[in-house]
């Protein structure tokens, strides 16, 4: 892996970790650590995404096509670093998640930093209209959290319970209204927020401006076809742009790391 930006001195900087030997997680975690509470207001939402040349956020409606195992090294990290991982329920269906398990290389700094072993994993659902049955509701390390409307069914409600899920409330009708979501997690206690989308989603928090941060992945491949972007959804009055924190390389894969200005 190189570091590209910012910009390191000599050979073995740029193509190593921050001591010049190869990369670790330790070395991953320090690039992509979330800034300090003091300078965000206590709470930081980012987004982990990777996209083709051609600007596909997939390939036949999954995103594992496009990745690399640098890809999931970051992905790993990222999640080891949040509280909690938002993700609408149509990604959580066709990515069949599974919940976040706990990596023994990070316990002791989640333990030093009051998190759970692992990060809570949020679907972010209207219908409520989730398989139950699976992992993620039956055997998590901490209890999955749905998030919808007050709106959703009742029924489906007590049945997401039943699954010992915990449901939060976070929109007036059956959506979820990003900015409620947000308040709603910090009121659990997760300040480190991440999201994997999918699409819409990542459009609604981007069109909402509750965005604090783009982790994005660019994959060297073309896929042609109309796959999704990274965002779908309502526009923005004017284009947003972000600044560059950190740029990696590793086999063609570009790692960029961009912050709200």
């Known amino acids: 892996m190189r570091r590209l930006f910012p ?61 690399c195992p640098a890809d999931m090294r970051i992905f790993g990290t990222l999640r080891a670093l949040a509280d909690v991982v938002l993700v609408g329920a149509e990604t959580v269906r066709r990515e069949g998640y599974r919940p976040a398990r706990a990596r023994a290389e990070f316990a002791e700094a989640r333990r030093a930093a009051g998190q ?22 039956g055997s998590p390390l901490v209890p999955t959290l749905v998030l919808t409307g007050a709106a959703a069914p009742v029924e489906r409600i007590a049945a997401v319970e039943r699954a010992g899920a915990r449901v939060v409330v976070a929109g007036d009708g059956t959506g979820v209204d990003p900015a409620r979501a947000v308040a709603a997690l910090v009121e659990l206690g997760h300040t480190r927020l991440l999201t994997e989308g999918g699409p819409r989603l990542l459009g609604r928090f981007v069109a909402d401006g509750v965005l604090d ?49």
């Open 213 to 261: 941060e783009l982790c994005l992945t660019m994959s060297p491949t073309l896929t042609g076809g109309d796959a999704r972007r990274i965002t779908s959804g309502p526009p923005i009055a004017a284009p947003r742009r972000l600044g560059l924190v950190s740029l990696l390389e590793e086999d063609g894969f570009l790692f960029g790391r961009y912050r709200r200005r």
């Open 116 to 137: 759970a072993p692992a990060p809570a994993i949020a679907v972010v659902s209207a219908g409520l209209e989730l398989d139950l049955a699976t992992p993620l509701f």
């Open 7 to 67: 910009a390191a001195g000599s050979p073995d900087e740029r193509t190593g970790g921050p001591d010049g030997g190869e990369w670790t997680l330790a070395d991953l975690a320090a690039v992509y650590a979330y800034p300090d509470p003091r300078d965000t207001g206590g709470v930081w939402l980012r987004a982990n995404m990777v996209t083709s040349l051609d600007g596909a956020a997939e390939h036949e409606g999954r995103s594992q096509p496009l990745s």
